[in-house]
């Protein structure tokens, strides 16, 4: 048992081995949360295809890039481990970022039509 509940439930779920970067192991790091739970889905989640942004770039501790989906955002581990789980291609965080900007964008020059036909202007004042 651990002092994370919700680390427990991951744990129950069949893991796998899993290879990382030696040289890219900090002293502190068995220490950090952050690097526990990317540990839990490295050895528990599935294969991304394509890698994220960071590990296509080969930026992360971890060789392969693996997301736990439902847990942690669906931050890949490397992500996860270097604090940039916003950062990760496939974090709902980075998702929701991306609609947003998108939405930013179309706001000054398109109309937005809602569900039930009605238009509205997007105000760029509050941007
Ligand atoms: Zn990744
Ligand atoms: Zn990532």
């Known amino acids: 048992m651990t002092s994370h509940p919700e680390h ?3 744990l129950a779920l069949p893991g796998k081995n899993f290879k990382m970067r030696l040289g890219r192991l900090l002293p502190n790091d068995h220490q950090e949360l952050r690097v526990v739970e990317s540990l839990l889905i490295q050895s528990r989640g599935e294969r991304n295809d394509p890698k994220c942004n ?3 770039r080969g930026l992360g501790l971890y060789t392969e890039c ?3 989906f ?3 955002d669906d931050a890949c581990g490397s992500c996860k481990r270097n604090d940039a789980g916003a950062q990760c291609l496939l974090s709902e965080a980075y998702k929701e970022e991306e609609r947003l900007l998108k939405w930013i ?3 000054d020059k398109e109309e ?3 569900r039930r036909g009605r238009t509205t202007q997007v105000p760029i004042k509050y941007f």
Do not use: A, M, R
């Open 8 to 10: 427990d439930t991951i």
């Open 54 to 56: 960071c590990c296509e």
């Open 66 to 68: 693996l997301s736990l």
């Open 70 to 72: 439902g847990w942690f």
């Open 105 to 107: 964008e179309s706001g």
């Open 112 to 114: 937005k039509t809602t």
